[in-house]
């Protein structure tokens, strides 16, 4: 199943009456194995918990914003243990790349045997923010 491409949650105000909209769009995913590849070529920062690879987009491809991929292999377990851990990378992705991600670059997150599935999500949620940090302050 597809996640929507936008989630809109919405909280009653209380006693004032007025309505919260709180809405969070998911960066566009990596599709065609020659964007991985291309990413996979490029700049790579280790966490605990995941490796990151990313990629400046060239000036002939389209730059408006920023493109996210997610890789489990076999190495971390079956079919079951793979899906787990790209859940948890699309949320980490979701929840942190709209903020510290640039557009016009590919991000793919790589799962980590073992650590992946049982790593801090807060831990990841920090690591990712800094290998952005140390990624985009040595790239510019």
């Known amino acids: 199943m597809t996640p929507p491409m936008e989630i809109v949650a919405r909280q009653d105000a209380g006693a004032t009456g007025a309505t919260a909209v709180f809405a969070c769009t998911l960066p566009e995913t990596l599709k065609k194995r020659a964007d991985f590849l291309r990413a996979a070529k490029a700049v790579r920062r280790p966490t605990p918990a995941f490796l990151l690879q990313a990629r400046r987009r060239a000036p002939e491809e389209p730059a408006d914003g920023m493109r996210v991929g997610f890789t489990c292999s076999k190495k971390l377990g079956n079919a079951v ?58 790239a510019l």
Do not use: I, Q
């Open 81 to 138: 243990t793979r899906n787990r851990a790209k859940r948890r990378l699309r949320e980490v992705a979701r929840m942190v790349l709209p903020e510290h991600g640039h557009a016009g670059w590919d991000y793919v997150l790589v799962g980590r045997p073992e650590t992946t599935v049982s790593y801090d999500f807060a831990a990841m949620c920090d690591d990712l923010r800094r290998a952005l940090h140390r990624l985009h302050e040595r």
